[in-house]
Each structure stands twice: as structure tokens, then as C-alpha cells.
């Protein structure tokens, strides 16, 4: 159910428009892009997005940013289209790490929804949607860089590298770090 209100107060139109809708909820576990020492690595959520600007994209980022290797992991299927998951294991500050994320095409609702404005951490999910049909995260794709100038966060590397059974190239220069956080959350469920 869709409302809109218009109201005149003291010669001023204000207008509200607000929307009551019932979504069914799953639940699902992942990891913030915030480490220990604060700084973020980059997290990037594409849902529903052709994989061609999804590669230009991220090339892009590579070249603008310095970054090293990107990580693309097929996060859903639906009849909509592919959703997408981006990794690059570079540690940024907050504020230079948020603007890159509004930066990019990624979600509108990823980009603009640090999770629980922790610093603008934003989350990427691991595992499977719980009351679902959608799958844990695959890895899809590597856009190799022949860039690697900034520390890595070692709590992220061995995470992914445990969880998907992947090798992440170009680790030698990171944080020392091993820890990282998990958060289980509520998302809409999407079939």
C-alpha cells in the first residue's frame, strides 16, 4: 500500500510519501569490511547486473584506485538476473573507503547502508539464505591487477581462502592480523 500526504505549513508544501509493504525475511550470516585497526577492505554487493559492465567495472576501480586482484563470487540467481559479491583484500581508511563505494554502481541500498554506521562497514554475506532457495556465494571470476601497493587484511585473506577453498594471490604484504567480525542478520528473502 502506497500513501502520499501533501501538506501546507506556513506556505511551505511538505510532501510525504511512505510505503507499508510486508517482506518475507531470511536470514543470513557474513563479515564486516571493518578490521581490527579500523580500516576497511573492499566490499562491493551488485544485485541483479550484467556481468560485462560488472568486469568494465571493476577494471575501472583497479586503474582509478591501485587496487590489487578482485574477488567476484556469484552471490544469487534469480529470474531477474545474477547478483554479485566483490572482494578486493586492500585495506582503505573509512572516508576514503566509503567514497569509493559510492563511487561505483554497486546496490543503492549496499552503498548507502554502512551496517549500523559501524564506521561505514558495510557486510557481505557467506552463507546460504536460511528459509530460502539462495545458495552461499560462489566464486565466479578473478580480475587480476598487476597492482599491490597497499597492506591486505590477513584476517579476511584466510578467512576466504578457508571458508571457499580458494588461493588469494600477491598476501605477502598485510596486517598480521587474524581476526574479523561476523554478524548474523535479517535480509529480504529473494527467490
Given at each position: 500500500?502506497?500513501?502520499?500526504?501533501?501538506?501546507?505549513?506556513?506556505?511551505i508544501?511538505?510532501?510525504?510519501?511512505?510505503?507499508?509493504?510486508?517482506?518475507?525475511?531470511?536470514?543470513?550470516?557474513?563479515?564486516?569490511?571493518m578490521?581490527?585497526?579500523?580500516?576497511?577492505?573492499?566490499?562491493?554487493?551488485?544485485?541483479?547486473?550484467?556481468?560485462e559492465?560488472?568486469?568494465d567495472?571493476?577494471?575501472?576501480?583497479?586503474?582509478?584506485?591501485?587496487?590489487?586482484?578482485?574477488?567476484i563470487?556469484?552471490?544469487?540467481?534469480?529470474?531477474?538476473?545474477?547478483?554479485?559479491?566483490?572482494?578486493?583484500?586492500?585495506?582503505f581508511k573509512?572516508?576514503?573507503?566509503?567514497?569509493?563505494v559510492?563511487?561505483?554502481?554497486?546496490?543503492?541500498?549496499?552503498?548507502?547502508?554502512?551496517?549500523?554506521?559501524?564506521?561505514?562497514?558495510?557486510?557481505?554475506?557467506?552463507?546460504?539464505?536460511?528459509?530460502?532457495?539462495?545458495?552461499?556465494?560462489?566464486?565466479y571470476?578473478?580480475?587480476?591487477?598487476?597492482?599491490?601497493?597497499?597492506?591486505?587484511?590477513?584476517?579476511?585473506?584466510?578467512?576466504?581462502?578457508?571458508?571457499?577453498?580458494?588461493?588469494?594471490?600477491?598476501?605477502?604484504?598485510?596486517?598480521?592480523?587474524?581476526?574479523?567480525?561476523?554478524?548474523?542478520?535479517?535480509?529480504?528473502?529473494?527467490?
Amino acid at each position: 500500500m502506497r500513501t502520499i500526504f501533501n501538506i501546507n505549513l506556513f506556505g511551505i508544501d511538505i510532501g510525504f510519501n511512505f510505503r507499508i509493504q510486508r517482506k518475507d525475511f531470511a536470514y543470513a550470516i557474513g563479515t564486516y569490511s571493518m578490521c581490527s585497526d579500523g580500516k576497511h577492505v573492499v566490499y562491493l554487493d551488485y544485485d541483479n547486473f550484467r556481468e560485462e559492465w560488472l568486469f568494465d567495472e571493476m577494471k575501472h576501480l583497479i586503474k582509478e584506485h591501485k587496487l590489487s586482484d578482485i574477488y567476484i563470487f556469484s552471490s544469487s540467481e534469480t529470474k531477474k538476473g545474477r547478483s554479485f559479491h566483490c572482494i578486493c583484500f586492500d585495506k582503505f581508511k573509512a572516508r576514503e573507503y566509503n567514497d569509493l563505494v559510492m563511487g561505483t554502481n554497486a546496490d543503492v541500498l549496499f552503498r548507502n547502508n554502512s551496517f549500523f554506521d559501524l564506521q561505514n562497514a558495510r557486510v557481505l554475506r557467506f552463507s546460504a539464505k536460511t528459509n530460502s532457495q539462495i545458495n552461499r556465494p560462489k566464486l565466479y571470476k578473478v580480475i587480476r591487477s598487476k597492482y599491490s601497493i597497499r597492506p591486505k587484511s590477513l584476517s579476511h585473506i584466510l578467512f576466504y581462502e578457508r571458508m571457499f577453498g580458494i588461493e588469494i594471490k600477491n598476501k605477502e604484504l598485510n596486517d598480521g592480523k587474524n581476526d574479523i567480525g561476523i554478524i548474523k542478520y535479517a535480509t529480504i528473502k529473494k527467490d
